[in-house]
């Protein structure tokens, strides 16, 4: 008893390393990369990534000439459909999650979000991603990671934090951040492009 008494306490005391909630934020990042999809799951994230493919592309927030509002035959021959394979029919019209004005459809989703996703994936076409257009796969995975994988990953890191300030021993601070991380919807949620997961790394960080 005495042993694993020892041993408990040599890793609550490694637990306290500064190191540990960056440690624990990378492995999160990780799950989140390796769940990231590569197409979208239907209208919601579609308008999404429809802003951010429109800003891209052709620098303006209309999504009318978009991959996900027009899916062109010729991705779909080379066997890249921009939207869920159990979406049989949604490449005829894309995402309906779009307003008309001026003739023009927009998204119907805030645009700051989208706004943000074009500029980092715009700087990371110089290191060598693929058009949107041209890879929408490729597209909506790195999306959905630069959005709410690197959310998901602050939100852990920040709650590790908050388990510590509250007071909680590493032992329960473990089971506190494995019942946030893994017994909840938010694994799910970093797979595609949402609002949800950037308000969740907020509210953690806020907290």
């Not at 308008?47 to 010729?74: F, N, Q």
């Not at 119907?108 to 074009?118: F, G």
Request: hydrophobic share 45%.
């Amino acid at each position: 008893m005495s042993r694993w008494a020892d041993w408990v306490k040599r890793v609550e005391e490694r637990a306290e390393h500064p190191f540990v909630p960056w440690v624990l934020g990378a492995l999160a990042l990780v799950l989140a990369c390796v769940g990231a999809l590569p197409y979208a799951g239907g209208y919601n994230d579609g308008g999404r990534l429809a802003t951010a493919e429109s800003l891209i592309e052709r620098g303006t927030l209309a999504i009318d000439d978009s991959v996900y509002v027009r899916v062109p035959p010729e991705l779909l021959e080379r066997g890249i459909n921009p939207y869920a394979p159990y979406l049989p029919n949604i490449h005829l019209h894309g995402t309906l999650d779009k307003v008309r004005i001026d003739g023009r459809y927009y998204s119907d989703k805030p645009p700051v979000p989208s706004v943000l996703l074009a500029a980092a994936y715009r700087v990371l076409m110089f290191i060598g991603l693929p058009r949107p257009s041209e890879r929408p796969d490729v597209f909506c995975r790195v999306s959905a990671i630069l959005t709410c994988g690197l959310s998901y990953a602050f939100a852990v890191w920040c709650m590790w934090v908050l388990g510590r300030r509250a007071g909680l021993t590493p032992s329960w601070r473990f089971v506190w951040l494995v019942g946030f991380a893994l017994a909840t919807l938010l694994p799910a949620y970093t797979r595609q492009v949402n609002s949800g997961m950037p308000q969740l790394a907020a509210v953690a960080g806020w907290l």
